[in-house]
């Protein structure tokens, strides 16, 4: 299972890592937890209320998908951190230090590396071109219809394996926690999905997203703060009996248990690094606030917030290992370390709640891992909605006159279907080994959105013709070398032996994007070429001052 997290772990560790060990077959039913329930209830009547405030805030397409642009800096910051901080993340990365030690912490703080590329180079020139979604940037001085084509396709196809995961770690959750069938627990995250975009639009999820951010931090923060207590807030303490624990020793405290060669461990930072910055529903939150000085603001306390976040679950990991591989009612037999624990390995920070918090704190930390399942589908969701009803409906079916009522239905029907879509697949997927499907959204963010936006941005000779082809190649690219690597075509498919040998391919597909977008560019001699070129300036003053922001998509 540790092998196979290497997909898993390079870019979203933990998602993958607890939606693969749940379809394994290793997770064992628990008994009904009802204060998990109760807690779970209080917070869906809470957040059907937000939706039905924000409902009567929409009043336009942009309340429905920027909250019209009235989201502070700090509350974006938070929405944000909350769409990153996944409950399969707390889950999985407590899971990676109890099992690994030391390499739990270089994956947890390694997704920081993309917040720097996101805060310099990509939040104040989104803010001040976009209008609703990034492709309203990378189409800003090239041709409408095949970039906004090219952006969404991508847009749709990272939001499905995201969605895939995520669903299906939310049906398993439910299963393991509340003791409900897995179908039942899919239906219900969808319907919950469906309700709070539908109506309430990006206000609602935003403000879902900040109530759960602060349960997820509250809760992680109380269970580290426990576990200091018992170490008398010693950390020499911590890590000392940790190491006498533990069957590795010395060895947790050194790297290099996940990343086995060099290929893996650069396309790992490139995916990390790259991938943040190409997802579609965090950069749409970057058209959320009132400027670019608030967008960088949202990245700042973003920042802040994730570091925290995965700071704390290295505590609990080390914590676990002290207070669960101890603890007989939580093995079921033999080493505490070798998947023997009840749950699955992945369950190591609930029971550490349990452990220093008693059942009511099991309780809340259940609800709220469901509840951060909860708030990052609604963000896929709204990405998705956006993807077809503002790029293809509206500018390009429309051209860019669509009716806003209309364009409204069509974003209603496509949340609608999204949903639908969204159970279909997790029901399909319940048996399946989905552990490489938020890596795949990753390396395909890495691979196409985030070249052709930041070249769009930031090279004057950047055509349409170079900008088409060389997304679809690292698009392609990605996917093709994705299902050939040892995470899908042995571990899915059953093969004896992978044809690629490397578990990410980001370091190719990143490197194919940009050489196709550069080639076809510096080869494209037609007068549109000549055109688009001639436009960078505009758009440089423009990104730099913001003027017309709100127009950017109606050049």
Known sequence: MIKHLLTAAALMAASSAFAGEALTGEVQKQATNWTAIIMFFAFVVL????????????????????????????????????????????????????????????????????????????????????????????????????????????????VAFYLIAQMVGAGQLIKLLFGLDYIVAV?????????????????????????????????ATLIAVLVLVHVNFDFNKLFTDAIALHPKKEAIMSPGGLVTDPISAISLGLALMFGTAGLPHILMRFFTVA???????????????????????????????????????????????????????????????????????????????????LAVVAGLALAGASA????????????????????????????????????????????QNVAFMVGLAFSLAASCNFPVLFMSMYWKNLTTRGALFGGALGLGTALVLTILSPGV????????????????????????????IWIFSITDKSKQAEEERSKFFAQFVRSQTGLGASGASAH
């Open 388 to 431: 077809v009803a503002h790029d293809l409906y509206s500018c390009v079916i429309k051209k860019g006159k669509a009716n806003p009522d209309d364009e409204m239905k069509v974003t209603k029907r496509t949340v609608l279907a999204l949903g639908v879509l969204a159970i279909i697949l997790g029901i399909l997927f319940e048996k």
């Open 47 to 158: 957040t059907m209320g937000i939706t039905k405030w924000a409902a009567k805030q929409n009043t336009s397409t942009e309340d429905y998908y920027t909250a019209g642009g009235g989201i502070t800096g700090f509350q974006n910051g938070m929405a944000i951190a909350g769409d990153y901080m996944s409950a399969a993340s707390f889950l999985g990365i407590s899971s990676l230090v109890y099992m690994k030690g030391y390499d739990g912490l270089i994956y947890s703080i390694g997704f920081l590396v993309g917040w720097p590329v996101i805060l310099f180079l990509m939040a104040e020139r989104l803010r001040n071109l976009g209008k609703f979604t990034f492709s309203d940037v990378a189409s800003y001085r090239l041709s409408q219809t095949p970039i906004r084509v090219l952006s969404a396709s991508s847009s749709l196809v990272v």
């Open 489 to 516: 075509w042995v571990s899915v498919l059953g093969n004896a032996k992978a044809i690629v040998p490397y578990s990410n391919p980001s370091l190719i597909s990143i490197t194919v994007a940009f050489l196709g």
């Open 291 to 373: 400027d670019a000085k608030e967008a960088r603001k949202s990245v700042f306390y973003a920042t802040g917030f994730i570091g925290y976040f995965y700071i704390l679950t290295f505590i609990i990991g080390f914590g676990a290992i002290l207070l669960v591989s101890t603890n007989p009612e939580f093995i079921i037999a033999g080493q505490p370390f070798d998947k023997n624990i009840v749950g699955g390995s992945n369950m190591v920070a609930l029971h550490l709640a349990k452990a220093v918090g008693g059942n009511l704190l099991l309780g809340f930390i259940s609800a709220v891992a469901f509840a951060t399942i």
């Open 187 to 219: 239906v219900l995250v969808g319907i919950l999905m469906v309700t709070y975009v539908m109506f309430g639009g990006m206000l609602a999820t935003t403000w879902v997203q900040i109530i759960k951010a602060v349960m997820l931090l509250s809760g």
